[in-house]
């Protein structure tokens, strides 16, 4: 059973940073595409940035220069470190996991495996 698990997320002023952590267990598939989503009511969850298992990683443009996915393969865990962080970025984060080698920031639909969210609360 795949189960992934989130930590890292608070509350920081206008400018500050943080990183995300992601916890993967149970994951045995050959490829995978990791990647982290956030969502603020009453809009949709929309990618952050994602990395593919050929290390392809890509961005959505808001965050492009100030987030870096990255991971550590030994400790199965995947991170965002966020950087600059403004008001905009307030939001649930979540990590998401498929085995798709196409690995891209796409659909939500496109994910599998799903963290169960943390929160990030910039404030100026």
């Known amino acids: 059973q795949v189960r992934l698990v989130e930590s890292g997320g608070g509350s920081v002023q206008a400018g500050g940073s943080l990183r995300l952590s992601c916890a993967v267990f149970?994951?045995?598939?050959?490829?995978?595409?990791e990647g982290w989503f956030r969502q603020v009511p009453g809009k949709e969850r929309e990618g952050v940035a994602a990395?593919?298992?050929?290390?392809?990683?890509s961005y959505a443009d808001s965050v492009k220069g100030r987030f870096t996915i990255s991971q550590d393969n030994a400790k199965n865990t995947l991170y965002l470190q966020m950087n600059s962080l403004n008001l905009e970025d307030t939001a649930m984060y979540y990590c998401?996991?498929?085995?798709?080698?196409?690995?891209?920031?796409?659909?939500?639909?496109?994910?599998?495996?799903w963290g169960q969210g943390t929160q990030v609360t910039v404030s100026s």
């Open positions: 990395v593919g298992f050929d290390g392809t990683i």
């Open positions: 149970g994951y045995a598939y050959s490829s995978s595409c």
């Open positions: 998401a996991a498929d085995p798709s080698p196409d690995c891209y920031i796409k659909s939500p639909l496109g994910f599998r495996y």
